[in-house]
């Protein structure tokens, strides 16, 4: 026996994890599926909901068996007999006399999730390989990496959530069986599918193209945007701070030009300040053509006139 219950729950960890979860609207169903013919999440009668994880082969019979058994407990009886909590222990009954008999278990779990008229009459049943029944209370995690899923499921799950925040839970949670990445989820890589508490009759929607794609901008947005403000805080400071450490003041920039009356070399014109002339100054040694403009026989009387 222990035998078995090793190989069924590496069977069953070997896959993705599901999430079901109630929001004010009804309950949410959201499996990672890249298939569009091969479904996880399917109905099985008006208001009750079936999702699975493990071989497609072993839960879809499990599926087709529930459905039928639905449609004769209603037939036989009223359409108000048939329950997720019937249902559940008709699959616990099944899967734990396949357990016990069979020398080789299914490797599946199981989600019967039921929409009622109020939030309070919701109701989701876990179903294991082995044929336990466990009552989930607001939201599940099964399948794969399930107790990772939970745990985050619990941090971003709260109570009369919109459609729109109980999929980004969704998401969020399902993103942390990553192994610290997280994967960006497109819309062909999804099924999602909801029980609608204010639907008649049969409640069981399944959400796609258009409508998955505005679930996936509206549970996106957040983190970019609070990405690109961050960004931008981050470039605003790294300015600031250069404006106030690296840029020197105006009038004081080494690289501009000299203010006016200041001499930067000493091998500037300075001769032309009416002072003594500089013996560096090229006038000084060339051939004597005449008194040199500012030389220094001006205002003595020697050599009287100015240059031409």
Same mark, same amino acid.
């Given at each position: ?61 499990? +599926? ?40 080789? %278990? ?152 000299? %203010? ?37 026989? +001006? ?10």
């Amino acid at each position: 026996m222990r035998d078995k219950a090793d190989y069924a729950r590496k069977g069953i960890a070997r896959g993705r994890s599901c999430v079901a979860l109630q929001y004010a609207g009804g309950i949410l169903l959201v499996a990672p599926n890249p298939s569009s013919a091969l479904h996880k999440i399917s109905e099985i009668y008006d208001r009750i909901g079936f999702a699975a994880v493990g071989r497609y082969n072993e839960y879809e019979n499990l +599926r087709k068996a529930g459905v039928t058994y639905a449609d004769i407990t209603g037939y036989q009886f009223d359409r108000h007999d048939v329950t997720a909590r019937g249902i559940a222990n008709w699959y616990a009954q099944t899967l734990g006399t396949i357990f016990t008999e069979s020398p080789k %278990p299914f490797e599946v779990e199981i989600v019967v999730a039921e929409v009622g008229a109020r939030p309070a009459d919701d109701q989701i049943y876990r179903i294991t390989f082995d044929g336990s029944v466990t009552d989930e209370p607001g939201f599940v995690a099964f399948g794969g990496q399930a107790d990772q899923v939970s745990a985050a499921l619990k941090e971003h799950y709260s109570d009369d959530m919109s459609l729109s925040e109980a999929f980004a839970a969704a998401l969020a949670a399902l993103s942390a069986q990553s192994n610290g990445e997280r994967p960006e989820f497109a819309a062909a890589q999804l099924e999602v599918a909801i029980l609608d508490r204010t639907r008649d009759h049969r409640t069981f929607r399944r959400i796609r193209a258009a409508r998955l794609e505005e679930l996936l901008a509206e549970a996106r947005p957040a983190p970019a945007a609070e990405a690109a403000e961050e960004s931008e805080a981050s470039s605003d400071a790294a300015l600031a701070a250069e404006d106030s450490s690296g840029a020197p003041p105006s009038g004081s920039a080494p690289s501009g030009p000299a %203010p006016s009356g200041t001499a930067p070399d000493s091998s500037g014109p300075s001769s032309s300040s009416g002072g003594p002339s500089s013996p560096s100054s090229p006038s000084d040694t060339d051939p004597p053509t005449g008194p040199a403009p500012g030389g220094s026989d +001006r205002g003595t009387g020697l050599g009287g006139g100015s240059p031409l």
